[in-house]
């Protein structure tokens, strides 16, 4: 009788487990046992498949992170200032449902608010959202405890989304589900969770690249147009779409997805647009007339020389800047030996968008972790610019606490800036490390097995029509091989004929 090793379906394909690839993840295993053996169970049999391990860590965490929040849950959002700072306990959540009229009833966008803010600053999905979370607040007696109530089910509503980001995420690579421990895991996911309402465009966006992933393009575009219509962000995905789909002229690809996120777009913004201009713009308007804010480098240059930066220049400048990060990833795109995966460059314009930005808050970390998790899946980087991130965290709170504090209790300015400068590091290092796995694709523990782009979806394995550069003609030297079946000649150009790339031995 054949042993269990001999039957099993998976012999012949690479171990991906990041316990047997990863020296930092088989290191942290050895806490809950050690690596998996060759006679654990793989693949989806048994009822805590990975996909499941993956969510319900994902949801501890992020219970973890309400737990963080309960002194400020508890007393300090509503006595004194500096308080919610010196607990790093703080959150726009419970101060938004008085100072946004959620507590009068108002209707965002259409009621006028007391105040210096005339309406709701927010794109129309995400005030859906607040709203939603309103209508279901049914509390009674003192404000504080609407506040307290209010937070509350909007904690609820957005450890929803976070089940979503990490099933998506899990599923997104087939053969790689482990590798959302890491978003599952992220500390700085667990501390901001709860600050905003990002959650809620993060989840769309993890589901767009997981349809994407699948080859379901417009429903890929569909919600990326929601996520947009939450958060403005997402809509930067297009970009490193067209650069892909130009080099392997998937033109009508990217048209389906394009149109689909216009339309999705449209459909939520629309009836808003028509019926209350005014507050709808207000997003549009208080995001260009805002000034310099914390956690930019502008700050820095701000806070060192002494001079305030005009706000028209600051928004010219980071305009400028950001152009230039998009041209230096679409020459990246086209001279790379192999075509880069789609999570690499996704990753690379958020992070450029994020670093150029004039205001940084610490809940911005939250666009880039799943796509870390998809683009750069090694532990030791990860928790690098983890402990940047966490540090930035700290260091906005402590800052606060000392500007707020009447005894100047906390970080100084010149603390603040080193924590901002962390924060910058800390993402540039993972940028770094991703162009360096485009530059040689046998470093990307991804591609390491054979593979090509497990988010790829149409793109995964396609051949490429259109590069630049002596690099981009070329196979590189040491691109690891497939363990089996055909290979791909990635880099050479399409045969005039038509013929699609040519397996190899």
């Known amino acids: 009788m054949p042993s269990a090793e001999e039957t099993s379906v998976y012999q012949d394909r690479p171990d991906v487990r990041p316990t047997r690839r990863d020296k930092i993840a088989a290191a942290g295993s050895e806490l809950i046992g050690g690596p998996a053996g060759r006679w654990a169970l793989r693949g989806s049999s048994g009822r805590l498949t990975p996909v499941r391990v993956v969510a319900l860590v994902a949801i501890g965490m992020f219970a973890l992170g309400m737990v963080q929040k309960m002194p400020c849950y508890n007393w300090a959002w509503f006595r004194g200032t500096s308080s919610q700072y010196t607990h790093a306990c703080y959150s726009d959540i419970p101060h938004l449902f008085l100072g946004r009229g959620f507590s009068e009833g108002l209707i965002p966008y259409f009621d006028r608010l007391p105040g210096d803010m005339e309406y709701l600053e927010y794109p129309v999905l995400t005030g859906l ?12 007696g003192s404000v504080q405890n609407q506040e307290q109530t209010y937070w509350m089910i909007n904690a609820g509503m957005l450890m929803i989304c976070t089940a979503v980001i990490a099933v998506c ?6 053969r790689r589900p482990w590798d959302a421990l890491l978003l599952a895991l ?37 919600l990326i147009g929601l996520a947009t219509a939450a958060k403005l962000y997402p809509v930067l995905l297009l970009g490193p779409l067209l650069l ?7 033109w009508r690809e990217f048209t389906t997805a394009t149109l689909g996120a216009a339309g999705a777009w449209l459909v ?23 000034q310099v804010d914390f956690g930019s480098f502008w700050l820095i240059i701000t806070q060192r020389t002494g001079e305030p930066l005009e706000v028209e220049s ?35 314009v958020v992070a450029a968008f994020i670093l150029t930005n004039k205001v940084y808050s610490p809940q911005y970390v939250l666009w880039l972790i799943p796509l870390a998790a998809l683009a750069r899946p090694r532990w030791r980087d990860f928790l690098i610019w983890q402990a940047c991130e966490v540090m930035y965290f700290l260091g906005i709170w402590m800052y606060l606490a000392y500007t707020t504090s009447p005894k100047h209790q906390g970080l100084p300015t010149e603390g603040y800036q080193l924590a901002i400068a962390l924060h910058l590091i800390g993402t540039l290092y993972m940028c770094a490390v991703i162009v360096r796995d485009i530059l040689m694709p046998e470093r990307d523990g991804v591609r390491n097995d054979g593979s090509d782009d497990p988010s790829g979806g ?30 791909v000649e990635w880099g050479a150009q399409t045969e005039a004929s038509g013929a699609g790339p040519q397996p190899s031995a």
């Open 129 to 140: 959202f607040m709203q939603v979370a309103s209508w279901l607040n049914l509390a009674d």
């Open 169 to 174: 995420v899990a599923r997104t690579h087939r």
């Open 186 to 222: 992220a500390p700085a996911f667990a501390l901001t969770a709860t600050i905003n309402w990002d959650l809620l465009a993060v989840a769309l966006t993890a589901a767009a690249m997981l349809m994407w992933s699948r080859g379901r393009t417009l429903a890929f575009g569909i």
């Open 244 to 250: 892909l789909c130009w080099r392997a002229g998937k």
């Open 268 to 290: 939520v913004n629309l009836p808003v647009m028509l019926l209350a201009p005014e507050g709808w713009k207000k997003f549009y308007t208080f995001s260009r007339e805002r």
């Open 314 to 348: 600051v928004n010219t400048y980071a305009t400028l800047l950001m152009l230039l990060a998009c041209a230096g990833i679409a020459a990246l795109t086209f001279t790379a030996p192999r075509r880069p995966r789609f999570a690499q460059l996704a990753f690379l």
């Open 458 to 487: 149409v793109l995964d394995g396609a051949g490429d029509v259109f590069v630049l550069g002596h690099r981009a003609t070329h196979p590189p030297r040491h691109v690891a091989q497939a363990v089996e079946g055909p290979r």
